[in-house]
């Protein structure tokens, strides 16, 4: 499930890209570390740090202009509150935030939330800036706790999509539901049923609702959130490819194939235009169409689109990524339907070996490899 990036800042930020890079690079290592003597319930949630950590290895800029837009609202926050916390403080947590530290930030909005809970707005906004820290961390768990509170504090239409959001992405689907509720509730009162927050707020709640199962549900809301998105910003941006995707998604899980396959190519096209053929979006695009193929039989048509995919994930993210490790697989999983057993065996242990080292022997990713080349071998005999 997408999420709205933080809006850009004309603030100027002197952390730089090489700051930035060797940052991400003493993270990784730091997991990494972690990860070895880590319990397995720490494991998880490491090989989620780690994989996240690498996509933004992969796209330094990307990633590091997201950080800078964070670290202008952050210092946008801190100059708000200056009263309360004082010129050398404020002054120290600045040159930290510009330095790519958010410690001494994060430890001055949560001396406000401890002073200031009774002033409901402002520790909302406390909470919220706590969230967005922990957010650039990789601390998802702590994130949709701030982003909870901030939400339960003063529920506007900002706190409650990321509450929202990071409940959705730490598996808390009966919370996000709840939240995706009283976001769309919200939206509808402060930007009417035409704008394009609520068809973002749509979205989010949809994305819940299926993932419970609940597809009668959420198929109205992907479609309603599909035209909005049509009539506000067009057919020809990334954003409605995305919708498309959602809705052919929701298509594809439920079996109706005929209306998955044109959402997806159009996916595909708009993504072609928009952010290029080079991109692990797109290669996401591809990957999602080779799964209709194959489900549908068309197995030479899905082995084109896989090994495109793979080729352009290799290039993008690198071989190391657990992304990678997903195309190895569902290029494995075609190459064992159709009875390619010893091109699919290789893939597979690459696949695993990746797994275990990002994820973990028993991320839920991992076991799925793991039984799918046990399914392999239980087929094949050598």
Same mark, same amino acid.
């Given at each position: ?228 998105? #049509? /009539? %506000?910003? @067009?057919? &020809? $941006?990334?954003?409605? =490819?995305?919708? +498309? *995707? !959602? ?66 994930? #290799? /290039? %993008?993210? @690198?071989? &190391? $990524?657990?992304?990678? =490790?997903?195309? +190895? *697989? !569902? ?52």
């Amino acid at each position: 499930m997408p999420s709205e990036p933080p809006s850009p800042s004309e603030t100027p930020i002197t952390f730089t890209l090489q700051q930035y890079e060797d940052q991400i690079a003493k993270k990784i290592a730091e997991a990494e570390s972690k990860f070895k003597t880590a319990h397995d319930e720490e494991k998880t949630q490491l090989g989620q740090q780690i994989e996240e950590l690498r996509k933004r290895a992969a796209n330094p800029e990307q990633a590091l202009q997201e950080a800078r837009a964070t670290i202008a609202k952050l210092e946008d926050a801190l100059t708000r509150e200056g009263n309360s916390i004082g010129g050398d403080r404020m002054e120290a947590a600045r040159q930290a935030l510009e330095a790519g530290d958010f410690s001494i930030a994060d430890t001055l909005f949560a001396e406000i939330e401890d002073q200031e809970m009774l002033a409901v707005e402002r520790a909302a906004r406390a909470a919220f800036s706590r969230g967005e820290i922990a957010a650039q961390d990789i601390r998802w768990a702590d994130a949709a706790e701030h982003y909870a509170r901030a939400a339960r504090l003063h529920p506007n239409y900002e706190h409650l999509f990321y509450a929202s959001e990071f409940a959705w992405r730490t598996g808390d689907y009966d919370k996000a539901i709840t939240l995706g509720k009283d976001l769309l509730k919200i939206t509808k009162t402060e930007y009417g049923e035409t704008h394009e927050k609520y068809a973002v707020a749509l979205n989010e709640y949809a994305s819940s609702l299926q993932d419970t199962g609940k597809y009668e549900q959420s198929e109205p809301l992907h479609k309603q959130a599909l035209e909005i998105v #049509k /009539q %506000t910003i @067009g057919e &020809a $941006h990334p954003n409605y =490819a995305i919708h +498309l *995707n !959602n809705l052919a998604g929701l298509y594809f899980v439920t079996g109706k194939y005929k209306l998955a396959e044109p959402l997806y190519l159009q996916a595909l096209e708009i993504g072609k235009q928009t952010i290029g053929e080079a991109h692990p979006d797109y290669a996401t695009n591809l990957n999602n169409l080779a799964g209709l193929y194959e489900d549908t039989e068309q197995y030479d048509l899905a082995e084109s689109l896989y090994l495109q995919a793979l080729e352009i994930s #290799k /290039q %993008t993210l @690198g071989e &190391a $990524h657990p992304d990678y =490790a997903t195309r +190895l *697989n !569902n290029l494995a999983v075609l190459y064992r339907v159709i009875g390619k057993y010893e091109q699919a065996e290789p893939l597979y242990l690459q696949a695993i070996q990746i797994l275990e080292t990002t994820l973990g022997p028993d991320h839920p990713n991992t076991l799925t490899v793991k039984s799918n080349y046990e399914s392999l071998l239980k087929t094949w005999e050598k």
